[in-house]
């Protein structure tokens, strides 16, 4: 299941923009009030008193009772529960808001300590055109809801953040709220304590890429230190090429994306595959983390190819069965392969292979489902194990014994294992596309606290910092 290497890459040097120190996160400024300026109340009432219910339905109201102007994109609200199971899924929905639904996000996380009352919390969040809050204002009525994935009954009378008897809105200091990254609001579980950004130890230096870049031959994208592959090779269909000009760059949702193209009409000789990886080979433990849109389906032609979209981190195979080999791999096959006949998505952690014959050491989780659309993908790696996270849910946790011995590159790439899923002659391709790239050097973030790093660098117009050293 794995991408195979392509040839130990040549080290260059990297352009250091250091626009940000690992450790001045907190310190970002706001676009409209400081932290240090900001006051927020917040009042809850539910929706749904019970003791269990179809769906939690925490509604809200956000105050600014500081004397300066907020920026609702800049405020975060997390509302803590306890999960019905180790492998129970949520989703997300705004019923109604006096701001629009459009501009309400709501994403799910995972405490890195669990309490008896809360081991996961929903976040809620604001884009930009839900504007900013006057001193003395508040956001109206956010009417919102959460069930689980199976919509299976949810038990909520022990979840930290619920009050069954307010049905009527009161200021409740059991949801936090966040402005800048600082709580201003609340008192969080125990088990929150570690997702302040400033909180983690480690050397914390840091890659971080909004991949906002013209072209596949934008001077800034080979100086910021990333290769567009162009050379010949495995993995994937024999003879297919591995195209640079397929990979693009355009707007989308407010933020600049990278898209990967792959295409075929049926041949070896006319299957284009795509790769992009940084040069160096420089990464090792901390955390990584991208937000990947995998696709289902062709954006034209045909259905059906086996077609595999990744995020991964490699280094080279020095010898067969080399112990020093490491890989960390997301994979999506939206139409099956390997043996499967339908989408699964992977996370492989690799101590090594043999190529020939075939022989593979490695540890894997996985999930048989659509993952269509976008999706927040981190990877930690500490000395003691890797853990991989999907859109804040805990996805995988591997064994020490697959843990990287050398630094290793960061890379994305699509390509088709193989032409047997559509043997039509007929032109397809299929899109991934990336968002963004982060790597903290020797620091185990949560997906919370990625997020809150995305979101610092971003409101502080910063689109790309390297501070990690080269090996």
Excluded at 19 to 48: C, M, N
Excluded at 287 to 295: D, E, G, I, L, P
Excluded at 414 to 440: E, N
Aim: aromatic share 12%; hydrophobic share 35%.
């Amino acid at each position: 299941m794995s991408t195979r290497p392509t040839g130990r890459r040549t080290r260059a040097a990297l352009a250091l923009t250091a626009l940000l120190g690992g450790a001045a996160l907190a310190g970002l400024p706001a676009t409209t009030a400081a932290a240090a300026d900001g006051a927020l109340a917040v009042q809850y009432r539910t929706g749904s008193g019970g003791a269990t219910a179809d769906q939690s339905e925490p509604w809200f109201k956000v105050r600014n009772t500081g004397s300066a102007p907020v920026q609702l994109s800049q405020v975060k609200v997390r509302y803590y529960f306890k999960a019905d199971s180790p492998n129970a899924s949520y989703r997300f929905a705004c019923s109604w808001a006096v701001k629009g639904c459009a501009a309400i996000t709501g994403t799910f996380g995972t405490l890195a300590h669990p309490t008896a009352t809360a081991d996961r919390y929903l976040e809620i969040g604001f884009t930009a055109s839900a504007g900013s809050l006057a001193p003395g204002a508040d956001t109206g009525d956010l009417q919102l809801r959460f069930f689980r994935s199976d919509w299976q009954t949810l038990r909520q009378s022990d979840d930290y953040s619920f009050n069954g008897a307010q049905t009527s809105y009161a200021d409740w200091n059991k949801v936090t709220a966040r402005l800048a990254g600082a709580t201003v609001w609340g008192t969080a579980p125990e088990g929150d304590d570690p997702t302040d950004p400033t909180d983690p130890p480690g050397d914390g230096r840091t890659l971080f890429d909004d991949f906002d870049y013209s072209s596949h031959t934008d001077p800034a994208l080979s100086a910021h230190g990333w290769s567009v592959r162009s050379n010949s090779g495995g993995p994937g269909v024999p003879g297919a090429a591995w195209d640079p000009s397929k990979v693009t760059f355009s707007a989308s949702g407010g933020n600049s994306v990278m898209n990967l193209e792959t295409s075929t009409a049926g041949t070896g000789a006319s299957t284009v595959h795509t790769e992009v990886l940084t040069r160096s080979m420089k990464f090792r433990n901390g955390t990584y983390a991208a937000r990947v849109r995998f696709s289902d389906a062709p954006k034209y032609g045909p259905d059906g190819d086996r077609v595999v979209q990744t995020f991964f981190t490699i280094n080279d195979l020095k010898a067969p069965m080399a112990d020093d080999y490491a890989e960390y791999d997301f994979e999506y096959l939206p139409n099956g392969g390997w043996g499967e006949p339908a989408n699964i998505l992977y996370t492989t952690s690799w101590e090594t292979y043999n190529p020939d014959p075939w022989q593979a050491v490695n540890q894997h989780s996985e999930s048989r489902r659509s993952f269509a659309g976008w999706h927040d993908l981190v990877v930690t790696i500490d000395d003691s194990a890797i853990t991989y996270y999907v859109d804040g849910q805990h996805f995988g946790t591997h064994d020490a014994a697959y843990l990287p011995e050398r630094p290793m590159s960061i890379n994305f790439n699509q390509w088709l294992i193989d032409l047997g899923g559509q043997t039509s002659t007929t032109p397809r391709a299929y899109d991934q596309q990336v968002d963004y790239v982060l790597h903290v050097k020797d620091q185990v973030l949560t997906p919370a606290q990625v997020a809150a790093r995305i979101d610092a660098y971003r409101d502080a117009g910063t689109s790309f910092v390297d501070e990690v050293p080269a090996p």
